[in-house]
């Protein structure tokens, strides 16, 4: 069931096609990646979606209906990446100010913001100033304004930058948790391994359009080259056969070879069970979605494009 | 409209409950005080102290050179220029041998260099001993021509305007002045203090980096009004303060004088006779005086006045500060909107200097024209108003300014809200004012 339909969506500036006709669905508790180079489009999409922009041309359907920000702003959450805080402002008072602006009432905001501060070890900051934060916790204090008031859909913009490894790893777990009660959740991240990690969907977006869209199997799939690796017990008498060809191999015996078309893992496994050696190990290399990024990317100007003009 | 009520709410109480707003708004007061007490204390005691010996040979100054707190002449013999600064004098004065003769020339020799003040202030003391001198001379003692100076200021003239149906409507100019003025000017400062206060209040979420996650909650007109009317708001509160605070001080005051001056008016009602016939024209002149400040009182609309007063107060704040807003979400620090606020803040400023013109000509077709347009409405009819509605200023063309200046506002703000949507999100690059008003004019 789609929680968020994007049809056609255009968003024209006067130098610029900023986004130039995207369409996709995301599923509920997906956790999507929305990816792309800088100057993609990335976040006047990400802006569209929670109503901060209007599109030019295209529909947004949001939770079934068509996309009417006054209301369904309650439901989305956003932490976009310029985020910061009023920095005079006290924690408890400020999360209260921003839950309220959410819509929540004062009463439910002050229970839930009670339940995030135990559950993230929060409670002494309450009456702390922003600006007495270090960059980590003040991400922690942003990510839960974000989620607070229990959104549908959530929207992370580069929630990591910054985060040590014992954070990110806090929030990561918190992705996960959210996603499993139901929320969606939309990621933006240049960090492809942690793409890999946490999202199940993707969308790769260069110069305003889409490239890729497709589960994170499906594009790795779709980009695989037949690589293998085997990991053998000794070295083989020999390595020449019409099944593959040896892209590479090192001093402990593994090898990384390509099969070629027409054959399949099984001759190459065969191969080598007949020269008796012992194979520990037998694996696809999928290439990684930074390798998918950057062989989509290479090439097309993206980062230029600000300075270019509509022809 | 909740939401903006929740914005207007935080903007209010984190502004007032800020320890540097209460500080300012208790002090100010204060420091007003001090100072014009400091410089009136420092302007007398800075007056140099002069001991002036004069040589006279003819002897007609003897007796008539006024010493006054300051300056003190003296007539010692076996005093020359060689020896006056030995014998402790600070100068010594050189008369001419022919005196009664206006033109001549009277030296004054000193070891320092003598002020300004002082040397008129000497000047002013030589031509008064002569004055005397040829008065005594013609047979007039001073006492009779100071009398005759007093009673012959006694002439009051009233003014009266011509009004509908052949009436006559009494105008008091000293009252439109301050009126007119005071009202003008309490306008601009409120607009130049408060027109910053709103930039700096509309820097706040864009330094903050925290403008992108509000305008996800609420639109950027609702986070732009709400900042605009919570900030009017502390302003209105700082100035109450200041008002009462002022009331309080006068009326202290007040308590302190009164039994004084009470006595001393019982003291002279009682024993008739007072010294000299000045006193009891005095009395009688001040008695004149609390009549006509009680009688203009009473001439005044005060109702009109203070309910304009409000409307154009409101209305100029509301107009100027949106503009403020508008180039507060394109700026990241102050320095950098001196450009931008520069078309912002001449208007304010012409406007006080055709206010200050319109208080003295209030018919005049620059007030006239001025009182019309919203940029400097508020300050230029609150000058003409005073002078009588509807005498000066006729029913119509008061609706009319008031008219455009709702206009007005309503016009700067509809534009300030379509600027600050896109200059909110803005970082880096600072635009012009020609590429902000392109924005109003595309859609979102």
């Not at chain 1, 070295?235 to 990384?256: G, Y």
């Not at chain 2, 606020?341 to 200097?353: A, R």
Request: aromatic residues 10%; glycine residues 8%.
């Amino acid at each position: 069931m789609a929680i968020l339909s994007l049809e056609h969506i255009k968003k024209y500036y006067a130098t610029q096609k900023a986004v130039d006709d995207i369409s996709f669905t995301i599923d509920q508790g997906n956790i999507f990646g929305l990816l792309g180079p800088n100057g993609a489009g990335k976040t006047t999409l990400l802006r569209m979606i929670t109503g901060i922009f209007y599109p030019d041309e295209g529909t947004i359907i949001f939770d079934g209906k068509r996309f009417d920000p006054l209301n369904d702003i309650s439901k989305i959450g956003y932490m976009p990446e310029e985020r910061g805080l009023y920095k005079k402002m006290k924690i408890g008072e400020q999360a209260l100010y921003l839950a309220q602006l959410k819509g929540l009432s004062r009463h439910d905001a002050m229970q839930k913001i009670k339940y995030w501060f135990e559950r993230l070890e929060m409670q002494s900051w309450w009456n702390k100033k922003i600006e007495d934060l270090s960059k980590g916790m003040s991400q922690k204090l942003q990510f839960v304004t974000t989620v607070l008031h229990e959104p549908k859909l959530i929207i992370l913009d580069e929630p990591f930058s910054g985060l040590d490894p014992l954070n990110a790893n806090l929030i990561k777990d918190e992705i996960f948790n959210l996603a499993q009660r139901g929320s969606t959740i939309i990621f933006s991240t240049h960090r492809m391994e942690q793409v890999e990690e946490i999202c199940n969907h993707i969308v790769l977006m260069n110069l305003g359009k889409k490239i890729l869209d497709g589960t994170v199997k499906q594009v790795k799939q779709d980009f695989k080259e037949n690589a293998f690796s085997i990991q053998l017990a000794e070295a083989p008498l020999s390595i020449a056969s019409d099944a593959f060809d040896v892209l590479h191999s090192d001093d402990n015996h593994k090898l990384t070879v390509k099969i070629k078309n027409g054959y399949r893992s099984n001759d190459v496994l065969l191969y080598f069970l007949q020269q008796g050696i012992t194979i520990e190990s037998f694996s696809e290399i999928l290439p990684s979605l930074n390798e998918i990024f950057i062989r989509q990317v290479e090439g097309t100007h993206a980062v230029t494009r600000s300075f270019q003009k509509i022809a | 409209m909740n939401k903006t009520s929740l914005i207007i709410q935080r903007e209010y109480f984190s502004r007032v409950r800020n320890k540097t707003f209460i500080i300012t708004t208790l002090l100010m007061p204060l420091l007003f005080v001090l100072l014009i007490a400091g410089s009136t204390y420092l302007s007398m005691k800075g007056k140099e102290v002069l001991n002036i010996a004069v040589i006279d040979n003819s002897g007609y100054f003897k007796n008539n050179l006024e010493n006054s707190s300051n300056i003190t002449f003296s007539f010692p013999a076996g005093v020359d220029t060689n020896n006056y600064i030995n014998k402790g004098y600070s100068a010594i004065l050189i008369m001419p041998k022919s005196t009664g003769n206006g033109g001549n020339n009277y030296l004054l020799r000193s070891k320092k260099s003598i002020g300004i003040g002082s040397k008129e202030s000497i000047e002013n003391k030589i031509d008064a001993a002569i004055e005397n001198k040829m008065l005594q001379d013609a047979g007039i003692q001073k006492s009779q021509l100071d009398s005759i100076h007093t009673q012959s200021q006694d002439a009051t003239l009233n003014t009266v305007e011509e009004g509908d149906n052949n009436s006559t409507r009494e105008s008091n100019q000293w009252l439109a002045y301050g009126i007119g003025y005071g009202s003008g000017f309490l306008i601009y400062l409120t607009m130049l203090i408060y027109g910053m206060m709103v930039l700096r209040g509309v820097m706040e979420e864009k330094t903050n980096r925290i403008a992108e996650v509000i305008v996800s909650s609420v639109k950027p007109f609702q986070l732009m009004m709400g900042k605009i009317v919570g900030i009017g708001a502390v302003g209105i509160t700082q100035f109450l303060i200041w008002i009462v605070f002022i009331f309080v001080i006068m009326f202290g005051v007040h308590l302190f004088v009164s039994p004084e001056t009470m006595q001393q008016v019982q003291a002279m009602q009682q024993s008739g006779t007072m010294p000299g016939a000045a006193s009891s024209i005095n009395a009688s002149q001040s008695a004149q005086t609390i009549y006509n400040i009680q009688h203009m009182a009473d001439t005044v609309n005060w109702g009109l006045i203070l309910g304009c007063f409000l409307f154009y107060f409101l209305g100029g704040y509301l107009f100027y500060a949106s503009l403020f807003a508008a180039v507060g979400s394109v700026v990241e620090d102050v320095q950098n909107s001196q450009s931008l606020t520069l078309p912002i803040t001449m208007p304010i400023i012409f406007s006080f200097i055709v206010m200050a013109n319109a208080v003295q000509n209030p018919d005049s077709s620059l007030a006239v024209w001025c009182s019309f347009i919203p940029f400097s409405s508020p300050m230029v009819m609150m000058a003409r108003i005073a002078y009588g509605v509807p005498g000066t200023v006729p029913y119509w063309q008061l609706f009319v300014s008031m008219f455009l200046l709702i206009g007005g506002f309503l016009f700067t703000t509809w534009l300030a809200g379509k600027i600050y949507r896109t200059g909110i999100l803005l970082y880096g690059k600072k635009p012009t004012w020609a590429q902000m008003m392109k924005w109003a004019f595309r859609r979102a």
